[in-house]
C-alpha cells in the first residue's frame, strides 16, 4: 500500500502529476486544485490512494494512484467513492468541482443543490451521498461561512449550526431544529442570532 509520495514534480498537467522518487515516476491523478497548489517545479508531497480494477472478463487489471494535498481530504474521497454510483473518476470529478469543505458541509446540511451542480451526479444520486455520509462525517467541523453553492441561505445556515455546536449541542439534533424552523420561514430566514434562538427554543 502507498500511503504517500515524497519526491520532484517531473510534469504537471489539468488533472494529473507525474513525481518522480528514487528514479520512479509516479502519475498521479488529482482533483484541479491539487494540481494547481504544487510548485512549478521542485519537491512536493501527496497523499495517495491506490486503486486497483480487475476487469472479470478478461482479468486485466488496472492500477491507479489519486493524489491529495492531506491525509483528510484524501479520506473524504475514499468515503465518497464507497457510495454505489461514485466510482473514482466520478469522486475526483466532484473534488475537482468544489472544494473539500463545500463538499463537507454540504453532505453535513443535506445540500443537494452544491452536489447536483456537479456534471455526472443527479438528484437520486446526491440524495444517496448525504444519505450514507452524513453520519460518517458528524465528526467534521462545519466551516463557518463556507460558501454552499452560492447560496446567502446556505452560508446563514452553515453560520448557525457552527454556532449551535460550539454551544454543545448534539450536531444531528441541531440540525433537525435548525432545518424546521428554516422551513418555516422559507424564502425569508431570520438574521443569524434570531435564528440559533428559534432554533434552541425548537429543540
Known amino acids: 500500500m502507498i500511503d504517500s509520495l515524497n519526491g520532484e514534480l517531473l510534469e504537471r498537467g489539468t488533472d494529473h502529476a507525474v513525481i518522480v522518487c528514487h528514479g520512479v515516476g509516479y502519475l498521479v491523478q488529482m482533483p484541479t486544485a491539487v494540481v494547481q497548489s504544487l510548485p512549478a517545479k521542485g519537491a512536493c508531497r501527496v497523499y495517495v490512494h491506490y486503486s486497483v480494477t480487475v476487469d472479470v472478463r478478461s482479468g486485466s487489471s488496472e492500477h491507479r494512484l489519486y493524489g491529495f494535498l492531506n491525509a483528510d481530504d484524501r479520506q473524504l474521497f475514499r468515503r465518497l467513492i464507497d457510495v454505489q454510483g461514485v466510482s473514482a473518476t ?114
Do not use: F
Open 90 to 203: 466520478l469522486g475526483l470529478v466532484i473534488m475537482s468541482a468544489r472544494d473539500a469543505e463545500q463538499i463537507r458541509s454540504a453532505i453535513l446540511l443535506g445540500d443537494e443543490g452544491v452536489l447536483k451542480g456537479i456534471k455526472g451526479i443527479g438528484p437520486k444520486l446526491a440524495q444517496r451521498i448525504i444519505a450514507e455520509l452524513q453520519g460518517k462525517l458528524s465528526g467534521s467541523p462545519v466551516v463557518a461561512g463556507a460558501p454552499l453553492g452560492g447560496s446567502p441561505g446556505n452560508t446563514l445556515r452553515a453560520e448557525a449550526l457552527s454556532a449551535l455546536i460550539s454551544l454543545g449541542l448534539d450536531r444531528m439534533k441541531a440540525e433537525r431544529a435548525l432545518q424546521g424552523v428554516l422551513k418555516e420561514h422559507g424564502t425569508e430566514p431570520p438574521p443569524l442570532e434570531e435564528l440559533i434562538k428559534l432554533t434552541l427554543k425548537n429543540l
